[in-house]
């Protein structure tokens, strides 16, 4: 969807008569070609008896029972009917006489797959796109996507979708683009409509609630001491009540807790080669879920592939708020990074610290780094990557975008009970969103691979489950910032302060490496392109497959590929960026990492021991934090 500047946009495209305005452009569009909506009739009402002969392939079979006949009968005709539908948007932005704007098929597109995913009966979500789908001229089937495609044997783009059926998400999610909320069945679909597979291997199924990372019954710590080592390790992790265990499963890249604070634990990682870069990295990890996205599991880390490319690395670990930590607004978070930054810097004796923010952790950084340019010590950032960050919320689709009243509501809860939990937020925002996947990637099977793919799956699951509450202070705080970052805001009279300086992105100038999901079902990637634009300094964008949380999760030994370009191209287009962006393949991991490395400064020798100037190790990674439950 291309972006429109202010003076681009009409009344229309700006308010509630957006959607009937597309409505009748795509009436007049499709009215100039008779002949294709007359194919596309016949097509859908072809395949509408092919459902009633019960000879239909549209409806999947869901992986964790039978299905009612009615109920799939239900699905197939809606499977048809949303197909026929985007086939004649397809044909309406292909009129050569009058075409559909590309935005409004993009809106209506997003209307649709919101109908389908309220109607569709087990509540499967369904990203409406192309024209390969039911009710086409030729009668094949729909094409339902739901991110990163793969080739089966025919050659035609297969989806995955892993799904669960808990619901989580964040409302700073929703202020701030940080989110992953309902899930269903795991499973594969075909865009044929024939194959329905089993992604992962474990035995967890719809019916019941995603396991969240296991509690130790008995967890040995070895804590420093004269006589032992400086680098503890846990002798013994046993787990308690199923799901993945931390350390072991997930979060389980050696390493040790070096600061420990009220907010947070910074964690320290062992290096992985003999030498290592001088800068070191910091995670600042989402503000309500918990860190280890970034640290998922066993070969699916990205914290490890970094170690593996000689960088040093660092990451936040946020303590659960309680009641009696209301008052833990967006100052409180920032200045929790920078004392990080400081330790960071104190441990490796480097002057400057490379910072890398996940989802809403990027928002923070971003607010950080503005802090530091206004009173002038931006120099003690060496470079920041921003992942699945959006500091524009104007691109959201429709419905998607917060509102004022919502916004509100979640409020009042919070400044109540002092914190939002998670389910509290799941009640107040899953109505808006629907039922919204997690897509890691495209999983390949055969090969010996389902294993790995089945524990992959497994972790991302027990992270979208593994939320944090939030303060009623951070709330409102992120809340203002995304109010002051969106759609027409003034970005040279900032109403947002952080530790008493004006957030104004225009004058973060250390250089920036931004990814954007192409494939996330409320976030177009346009919102971050329009955050690229807001930045000053060099800037690299990388549009990755995914959505906002899958498409982070890119090992080279799945990724198929991405498109990258310097944020400056395409003229403040985005189509145009796209358009002029280099098609890379493997993984965009490599390309941070390489990133990272040139401006990481010279080669030394890796520490011999984590921790130092008075920074001692004191518990084994991944910490304390990660296993609290929080205060009540």
């Known amino acids: 969807m291309e972006a429109m500047s202010e003076r681009d946009r009409t009344p229309a495209d700006a308010g509630p008569l957006a959607l009937p305005a597309a409505g009748l452009r795509l009436a007049a569009a499709v009215s100039a070609r008779p002949l294709l909506l007359l194919r596309r009739g016949g097509g859908w009402v072809a395949?509408?008896?092919?459902?009633?002969?019960?000879?239909?392939?549209?409806?999947?079979?869901?992986?964790?029972?039978?299905?009612?006949?009615?109920?799939?009968?239900?699905?197939?005709?809606?499977?048809?009917?949303?197909?026929?539908?985007?086939?004649?948007?397809d044909d309406a932005v292909a009129s050569p006489d009058m075409p559909l704007p590309a935005a409004d098929a993009e809106r209506l597109r997003a209307t649709l797959a919101g109908l389908t995913s309220l109607l569709l009966p087990g509540g499967g979500p369904l990203v409406i796109t192309g024209s390969a789908g039911a009710g086409a001229p030729d009668g094949t089937a729909?094409?339902?996507?739901?991110?990163?495609?793969?080739?089966?044997?025919?050659?035609?783009?297969?989806?995955?979708?892993?799904?669960?059926?808990?619901?989580?998400?964040?409302?700073?999610?929703?202020v701030a683009t940080d989110t992953v909320t309902a899930h269903t069945a795991d499973s594969v679909v075909?865009?044929?409509?024939?194959?329905?597979?089993?992604?992962?291997?474990?035995?967890?199924?719809?019916?019941?609630?995603?396991?969240?990372?296991?509690?130790?019954?008995?967890?040995?710590?070895?804590?420093?001491?004269?006589?032992t080592?400086?680098?503890?390790?846990?002798?013994?992790?046993?787990?308690?009540?199923?799901?993945?265990?931390?350390?072991?499963?997930?979060?389980?890249?050696?390493?040790?807790?070096?600061?420990?604070?009220?907010?947070?634990?910074?964690?320290?990682?062992?290096?992985?080669?003999?030498?290592?870069?001088?800068?070191?990295?910091?995670?600042?990890?989402?503000?309500?879920?918990?860190?280890?996205?970034?640290?998922?599991?066993?070969?699916?880390?990205?914290?490890?592939?970094?170690?593996?490319?000689?960088?040093?690395?660092?990451a936040l670990s946020w303590r659960p708020a309680g009641p009696a930590d209301a008052d833990r607004d967006l100052d409180a978070h920032a200045a929790a990074v920078l004392d990080a930054v400081d330790a960071c810097?104190?441990?490796?004796?480097?002057?400057?610290?490379?910072?890398?923010?996940?989802?809403t952790g990027g928002l923070l950084t971003a607010a950080v780094q503005a802090h530091q340019a206004a009173i002038g010590l931006d120099d003690r950032v060496a470079a920041v990557a921003y992942l699945a960050t959006v500091l524009d919320q104007s691109d959201a689709l429709p419905g998607f975008a917060p509102d004022p009243a919502t916004v509100a509501e979640t409020a009042d809860l919070a400044a109540r009970d002092g914190v939002l939990d998670g389910a509290t937020a799941v009640r107040a925002w899953a109505w808006r969103r629907?039922?919204?996947r997690v897509l890691p990637w495209a999983v390949p099977h055969g090969g010996g691979t389902a294993d790995l793919d089945g524990r992959a799956a497994r972790a991302m699951r027990a992270w979208v489950a593994d939320l944090l509450p939030l303060p009623a202070g951070l709330h409102t705080d992120l809340a203002a910032l995304a109010a002051a970052t969106g759609d027409g805001a003034d970005p040279d009279r900032p109403d947002v302060r952080v530790l008493g300086t004006p957030v104004r992105f225009a004058e973060l100038r250390r250089d920036s490496y931004l990814v954007a999901a192409d494939d996330d079902p409320v976030q177009p990637w346009t919102g971050g392109y329009r955050t690229a634009q807001r930045l000053g300094g060099g800037c690299r964008l990388v549009l990755a497959p995914g959505d906002q949380a899958g498409a982070l999760i890119a090992p080279p030994s799945m990724a198929t590929g991405f498109r990258a370009a310097p944020c400056s191209t395409g003229d403040g287009v985005a189509q145009r960026w796209r358009a002029g962006a280099e098609a890379v393949e493997g993984s965009w991991w490599d390309d941070l990492a390489r990133w990272l490395v040139e401006r990481s400064g010279t080669v030394r020798d890796a520490p011999p021991e984590l921790g130092g100037r008075r920074l001692r190790p004191l518990f084994p990674a991944p910490g304390t934090y990660l296993g609290e439950p929080a205060p009540v």
């Not at 991110?147 to 035609?156: E, I, S």
């Not at 089993?198 to 004269?226: L, N, Y």
């Open 190 to 227: 075909a865009t044929d409509g024939v194959t329905t597979e089993s992604v992962a291997t474990d035995t967890a199924t719809a019916d019941e609630p995603c396991p969240a990372p296991a509690e130790a019954a008995e967890r040995v710590f070895t804590p420093p001491g004269a006589d």
């Open 434 to 436: 629907g039922p919204d």
């Open 345 to 359: 810097g104190r441990i490796t004796r480097a002057p400057r610290v490379s910072l890398l923010g996940v989802r």
């Open 142 to 174: 729909a094409t339902a996507r739901t991110g990163p495609g793969r080739q089966d044997d025919r050659g035609r783009a297969a989806t995955t979708a892993v799904t669960d059926a808990t619901a989580a998400t964040d409302t700073a999610d929703t």
């Open 229 to 314: 080592p400086s680098v503890p390790f846990d002798t013994g992790a046993r787990d308690a009540r199923g799901g993945p265990v931390p350390g072991r499963d997930v979060a389980a890249t050696p390493g040790a807790v070096v600061l420990r604070t009220p907010m947070f634990e910074l964690l320290q990682y062992l290096p992985r080669t003999e030498k290592v870069r001088d800068t070191p990295v910091l995670v600042v990890p989402p503000l309500v879920h918990r860190y280890w996205l970034a640290d998922l599991a066993p070969g699916y880390s990205l914290v490890e592939h970094l170690l593996e490319k000689g960088l040093q690395v660092f």
């Open 47 to 89: 395949e509408l008896g092919r459902v009633g002969l019960g000879r239909s392939d549209l409806a999947p079979d869901v992986p964790a029972g039978p299905v009612a006949p009615v109920a799939r009968c239900a699905a197939q005709v809606l499977l048809a009917t949303t197909g026929a539908v985007a086939g004649l948007l």
